[in-house]
């Protein structure tokens, strides 16, 4: 199974910036996938981030404010952008090397106030 | 619409004394059926995959079984260690290479010694 890495661990951000979360995998791999997770709530699909190509976002997610990198095979990025306190949660990265099983790193905890 | 709901929401043991969780789905074209464990600030851990109803999988004192309708995690003789969120989340049939997993809220099990 890969193993993933993701930076910051955590952070504290004041309301109307933004923070990118980086997420970088040992091995290349097929898919890489970025999910939140709200107290309470179930892990929810953002966006698959596709290599070479453009983001795949879920329902009620948007590009403008989450924009997804993937560089490569072994890196991709999250933007939380133009932050409010509800979006306040854990970030998740997640891959998968071609199957549906996927492997999660630890995630990034952002707290806005 | 696809739903995971995942019982009970918490569930706490005695040390040595077993029990199951149980994860039932509203799913058309189940593809697969997975369980993760999550512990406090992780990311979740992967656990097992279960493909066809009857399927059984066991890992130490974990045992995962399939239905059509729900998948049981039952957990033999539990130890402080085996307390954890415990998660279980679907992927569905829906055309092409995508691998979106929904998921269940989970399951808090405490194992007290």
């Known amino acids: 199974s890969a193993v993933i890495s993701q930076k910051p661990s955590r952070d504290i951000c004041q309301r109307g910036t933004s923070l990118t979360i980086q997420c970088q995998v040992d091995?290349?791999?097929?898919?890489m996938f970025w999910y939140r997770q709200q107290p309470g709530q179930s892990l929810t699909l953002i966006a698959t981030a596709n290599q070479g190509s453009e983001a795949t976002y879920e329902s009620g997610f948007v590009i403008d404010k989450f924009p997804i990198s993937r560089p490569n095979l072994t890196f991709s990025t999250l933007t939380v952008s133009n932050m409010s306190p509800e979006d306040s949660s854990i970030y998740l990265c997640?891959?998968?090397?071609?199957?549906?099983?996927?492997?999660f790193g630890p995630g990034t905890r952002l707290l806005v106030l | 619409e696809d739903q995971v709901t995942q019982s009970p929401e918490a569930l706490r043991l005695q040390e040595g004394e077993s029990s199951s969780l149980n994860c039932s789905y509203t799913v058309s074209g189940l593809r697969g059926l997975f369980w993760y464990r999550q512990d406090p600030g992780k990311g979740p851990e992967f656990l097992f995959t279960l493909y066809s109803a009857g399927e059984e999988k066991e890992k130490e004192r974990l045992k995962a079984t399939l239905t059509k309708k729900e998948s049981f995690l039952h957990i033999t003789a539990p130890k402080p260690e085996d307390s954890a969120t415990y998660l279980c989340a679907v992927h569905k049939n829906s055309g092409g290479s995508n691998y979106k997993l929904t998921f269940g809220k989970g399951t808090l099990l405490t194992v007290n010694p």
């Open positions: 091995s290349q791999v097929t898919m």
């Open positions: 997640s891959s998968s090397g071609g199957g549906p099983t996927q492997y």
